[in-house]
């Protein structure tokens, strides 16, 4: 059984940095393509990171990119998220997610994740 749980979320002015840690259980995280997505209030889940089963290529919205970083470490079977340059507009709940259906790639659909965490609150505040 799965179980990803993330942690790390919270509120901090525009501008500023937070990191997302994901842990995960199971036998099959060292396998699977890892993601990062994210649902704001009012709008759909929303694609923002990816990193491949060896953590060797990492993929981003382009929303996002050169502020946020993706890594894993397979041996502790930990994912993170280090966002910097935060803006008011990447205020969402983001929620962990593995697809197991890929090994490489950039899953950037909801529907291709097939495990997910709890989610965690990020609020920049402007």
């Known amino acids: 059984q799965v179980q990803l749980v993330e942690s790390g979320g919270g509120l901090v002015q525009a501008g500023g940095s937070l990191r997302l840690s994901c842990a995960a259980s199971g036998r099959t995280f060292s396998s699977s393509v890892m993601g990062w997505l994210r649902k704001a209030s009012g709008k759909e889940c929303e694609f923002v990171a990816a990193?491949?089963?060896?953590?060797?290529?990492?993929y981003y919205t382009d929303s996002v990119k050169g502020r946020f970083t993706i890594s894993r470490d397979n041996a502790k079977k930990t994912m993170s998220l280090q966002m910097d340059s935060l803006k008011p507009e990447d205020t969402a709940v983001y929620y962990c997610?593995?697809?197991?259906?890929?090994?490489?790639?950039?899953?950037?659909?909801?529907?291709?994740?097939?495990?997910w965490g709890q989610g965690t609150q990020v609020t920049v505040s402007s």
């Open positions: 990193i491949n089963w060896s953590g060797s290529r990492t």
């Open positions: 997610a593995e697809s197991t259906r890929y090994t490489d790639g950039a899953p950037r659909g909801s529907y291709e994740y097939n495990y």
